[in-house]
Every structure is written in C-alpha cells, then in structure tokens.
C-alpha cells in the first residue's frame, strides 16, 4: 500500500494495457469521447475567457501556483514550530493563521494541527472523498485516495501504520482523523532525537510528507 | 461544548452530499472541539444557500465505540467533524 506505483511491475511476461512490454506504466491515449464534466469545465472555462473575467494567462498561472505547493511548504511550518514555542503555541490554537504568517494561504478551510507526543500517534485520512492539506502538503500520493487506505486505516489503523513501515506499540494511543467537512489536518511529528541546537532550515530537511500525514515519523538525523 | 456526550443520528441519506460517514451512525462519541459556524455543505452541494450555517464540532470516538469487539486497539479513537444538525444529545 505505501508504493504509489503498486501496479509497476517487472515481473510481467505479457503485456496488459497501461504497462509496456518492457514493464513501464504509460498513459493511455484519450482517443474516447469526453465525458460530462469534462465537456462541462472546457464550456464554463471558456465562457469565462470570452466575457473577460478571467485571461488563459492568469488560469495557467494558477493552476502553477497550485503545482508549485510541496511538502516543503508544511516541513517549514513544522520546523518552525520545533524551534519557535510561540510561533507553535499560535499553530495549535489557529493552524490557518499561523500557516499564513509563512506564506502558506489556507483559503476558507481551516487548518487543524494535531501534535504527536512521545505517548500520541495521529494520522489523517478523508474517508468520504480525498480532503487533503493541500496548501502545505501539495497534490495527495496516490494512495491516500484509494479505497484500501480510506477504508482501512480507520478500522484498523495499527495494522496499516505497520505496512508503511511504522510499527507502534500497544502504549502508544492512536489517534485517528476522519476529515470529514471543512477542516483540513495536519501532523505536527515528534522531534527526532539528536537535532539539538539545528535550525528550522536543517530540520525542515527531516520533515517528509508521510510524517505529516501521519504514516511515518519525521528522518533521523544522518 | 467541549466534552458534552453526544449520538450520530442514524437518518438515511441518499444521494445527499452529507458529511456524515454511514460507519459513525448511531455512534456515541464526546465533543473533541466546537469548530464555529459554516454555510451546511449538504445544501451548498445543490446550488442552495446553506442558510442559516451550521455548527460544526469534532466529535471523538473510542475505537470500541465505532468497530466493538472487532476494534483492533479499543482505547484508540477517531476524530471526526459532523455537524451539529446530525447529533443527538446522550441521556443518563
């Protein structure tokens, strides 16, 4: 479940559609007709060029902004608040405001932080849709949509922190986040031991997206 | 407020853009938070106005509460946000 490529393969002997022969996933062609709402969002984007509300220009550089945004840009909140304890006092009272004050717009949702501690273990997932941090955490893996983690890491969540590689023990209460309305979460992840006196920018480098998600912890120095 | 007892109504919900998933009906649970008020989701979802907004809280649950014997560590919880609309007061 953690491999975001779980159908990559070179074991395969012949070929099926999406994997060449020599076993590399591809794209299919969009040689079918479009469908609903793709038909839909080229008609209403269109008509929103043509009575000049919007330019192609400023559509394209949106949709860069919104490529743009990484796990880097919540790794700098997170670091932040390992080094600043005001800055985190304010992430955990407002994870919005404090999230804006680095430069990361949370829109109209709000932002939630919840704090691992050495007994705690959080771990967000969205099981109606795929409601992901997007402004700090950038497009969602493509697991973190699929049925399987959806489904499972609310009902047996030990079981699939296991699979990511993250093995829990029984004293360590696990704490789940079903976003499930307006809210948006993220993971504040423990410290790692042996980061005394680093900066944020060094600490910012151990911060991965899982550990923010809640399926894996923040690296161990090198 | 903040650790009131609360139950998931059990209202069926067909073809509405709820935000109440089918595996926390019926459930008992305590407010984790109170979240404000939002414009509610299942009438903006439909081109209305979502008027008057609703409360939204967090609502935590014991996973003994949501899955029962089959819970798989029943001390560990699950968060979620429902609005005030789809809960019900616990008496006793």
């Known amino acids: 479940m953690p491999h975001d490529h779980a159908d990559h393969s070179h074991d395969h002997e012949h070929h099926h559609e999406g994997m060449s022969p020599s076993g590399h996933p591809y794209r299919k062609d969009q040689d079918g007709p479009l469908t609903h709402w793709q038909a839909m969002e080229i008609a209403v984007r269109e008509l929103l060029v043509e009575k000049g509300i919007f330019t192609p220009a400023e559509i394209s550089a949106a949709i860069g902004r919104m490529d743009a945004r990484s796990p880097a840009d919540g790794a700098r909140v997170v670091a932040r608040a390992w080094t600043d304890p005001a800055y985190k006092a304010r992430l955990m009272a407002d994870g919005s405001a404090a999230a804006a004050e680095l430069g990361c717009t949370v829109d109209a949702l709000k932002l939630v932080v919840v704090e691992n501690t050495a007994d705690t273990h959080n771990v967000v997932v969205c099981t109606l849709c795929s409601c992901y941090p997007r402004n700090l955490l950038g497009l969602p893996p493509d697991w973190y949509k699929n049925r399987a983690y959806r489904s499972r890491v609310v009902r047996e969540p030990r079981k699939v922190l296991g699979e ?13 986040h079903d976003s499930t309305a307006d809210m948006r979460y993220i993971v504040l992840p423990l410290r790692p031991d042996g980061t005394e006196g680093w900066s944020a920018e060094q600490l910012a480098a151990l911060v991965t997206r899982d550990s923010m998600i809640g399926v894996g912890v923040a690296s161990a120095p090198a | ?21 089918r595996y926390l009906r019926g459930k008992c649970g305590v407010i984790e938070r109170d979240l404000g008020s939002f414009p509610n989701p299942e009438e903006l979802a439909y081109g209305l106005p979502g008027t008057p907004p609703r409360r939204l809280v967090r609502v935590r649950f014991t996973m003994a509460e949501v899955w029962g014997a089959a819970a798989e560590n ?19």
């Open chain 2, 1 to 21: 407020m903040p650790e009131t007892a609360v139950r998931v109504k059990t209202w069926p919900s067909h073809g509405l853009h709820v935000r109440t998933p």
């Open chain 2, 74 to 92: 029943p001390a560990d919880t699950l968060d979620a946000e429902i609005y005030e609309h789809w809960l019900e007061p616990v008496e006793g």
């Open chain 1, 164 to 176: 990511f590689g993250l093995d829990l023990p029984d004293t360590t209460r696990v704490r789940v």
